[in-house]
């Protein structure tokens, strides 16, 4: 409770996403470490858990866009921030009152705030998500879908939803070049994105070669 009421939490950028046709950043993701008395790194998932059990995240989560906003002014920068958000937050009431304020302010820069909800929990609840989505868009500010793989997750959610960025699981990049089910599945996802104005974006890709397929595929980007 004292970490997130007194924001005693860090926020460092993480995953920088490149496009692929204009080589620019295009999104980095919010990262957050918090850290005890000592000065002690606390394993976040463990942190983020206590938080969830206890209804603090909501308070967390508002924490960390009020640190993101304050980075794109200061450093003034133009690419897109990705910032995770808890269920819990999505559903919650009292956030959407506060983010409707909070947008009001910073209407400037409501586009660069993107918000990163996994497509598990999407899976699980596609309803709830479609409303958040619709309203995210109502403030102007985006949403993107991450970790996407056909395990859990139908590209038809990916029509319903209609988000305005995909991020599909790591595992898909890694070994794409030589993996024609890969290459298929994202070829699939890169045609929904074109006819639903939703960029198709890779994560974690190591190879040159998957680097390359990717980029040829005509996905909107990719992390290193």
């Not at 996802?189 to 070669?209: F, P, R, T, W, Y």
Request: include cysteine.
């Amino acid at each position: 409770f004292s970490v997130i009421d007194n924001q005693q939490y860090n926020v460092s950028f993480v995953g920088q996403v490149e496009s692929f046709q204009t080589e620019q950043l295009l999104m980095e993701e919010a990262f957050t470490q918090a850290v005890d008395k000592k000065g002690n790194a606390i394993a976040i998932g463990t942190f983020v858990s206590i938080a969830e059990k206890f209804s603090k995240i909501v308070d967390l989560d508002k924490g960390i866009i009020l640190k993101v906003i304050d980075y794109i002014k200061v450093q003034q920068i133009q690419h897109a921030v990705a910032i995770n958000l808890s269920t819990r937050t999505v559903k919650s009431s009292d956030f959407r009152s506060w983010l409707v304020d909070l947008i009001k302010n910073n209407q400037s820069i409501s586009q660069q705030l993107v918000f990163s909800i996994s497509s598990y929990a999407v899976a699980k609840e596609v309803a709830v998500y479609k409303e958040f989505i619709a309203f995210a868009h109502k403030l102007n500010t985006k949403v993107i879908i991450k970790r996407f793989e056909t395990q859990s997750t139908s590209p038809d959610i990916a029509k319903e939803l209609k988000p305005d960025f995909i991020r599909l699981a790591r595992d898909i990049g890694n070994g794409i070049a030589a993996d024609e089910g890969k290459k298929a599945f994202v070829e699939t996802m890169q045609g929904i994105g074109e006819l639903l104005d939703i960029a198709i974006l890779a994560e974690n890709v190591h190879s040159e070669s998957d680097y390359s397929c990717m980029k040829n595929i005509g996905i909107a980007g990719a992390s290193r």
